[in-house]
DNA sequence: TATTGTTATACTCTATAACTATA
DNA sequence: TATAGTTATAGAGTATAACAATA
């Protein structure tokens, strides 16, 4: 017992606006995400950026990063450390000797197939709460909040 | 020009996750929430603990750390931050010695008033492309979500 | 014994400048 | 000149262990 304080904490203001809630929920989402992946090895980040080689193999790092949103420079680490695992190659681009073609090894492959059908249940669970009326208004809602310029809006 | 790439880049088996669409979304509203808070001098984390404060004046560190959801230690200091910046106070609590009572100073609670202005309208922007049914559609999605045992999932 | 706030520490994540080798 | 990958660096964000004061 904490004293006598009954610790009714209110968050009425933040719970206000949509975004708040947004961020709540998906707090919750990759929280449960998170113990998903480790007993892959794999953090979001990881996982994000091996499933997205396995459907663009040869593509190069610049581009992953892009479609990671990240920098590129925060992106050579996480390659080196794929790389380390066997699960990625870091091929000559064929046209262009300056970069480098990605591609997953077997083994990636493999640990992507089975991750993927992990983080699918997860989804799945997550979401089973959801009629489909339901998960296809939020999806169309997503969408609309995503494509609000991506980034600073007007 | 970069080469005779096309550079279409695909992340079709991540789209088919609703958790990735949550997070492209919810990445989109924070990175605008950033820049709606910056002339204030507020990141998200100092924006959203002085208003928590402002709801519960008198209230603990440790109530507000788990409010935040986060750690104990990481609120020592950023409430430090906004002490010296004389937006808050650490008084002591009346009926623990060991604990503190945070509330707002003038300073702070005018801050505060003027930020959730700002982060008012920015809420109101970034989901203004829905409609009344939408939104009502999205809270109720995302509250299922955000119930879904928080953390862990079964 | 347990809790509040704190220190120290470490690891991840993110952002920027600058270098090299190519283009 | 510009771009791809890299290095170095610094700032956030997050998590854990351990301590002093107090309950």
Redesign the interface.
Known sequence: MA???V?K??????R??????????????????S?VLKPFGLRMITY?AL??V???PG?RQS??A??L?MERPNLVGIIDQLQRKKWIRRDPAP??RRAHALVLTELGQDLVARA?EA??E??R???A??TGD??K????????????T?????
Not at 139 to 145: E, P, T, V
């Open positions: 004293g006598t304080k610790d904490i209110s968050d009425t203001t933040l206000g606006f949509s975004g708040y809630r947004l961020k709540r929920a998906f707090n919750v989402v990759q929280a449960d995400l113990h994000s499933t997205i396995a459907d663009n593509m581009e992953l892009k479609s949103d046209t262009d993927t983080v699918a997860h989804d669970k997550v979401f709460g959801l339901e998960l208004n939020l999806h169309q809602a997503l969408q609309k909040i995503e494509s609000m991506t980034g600073r809006l007007s």
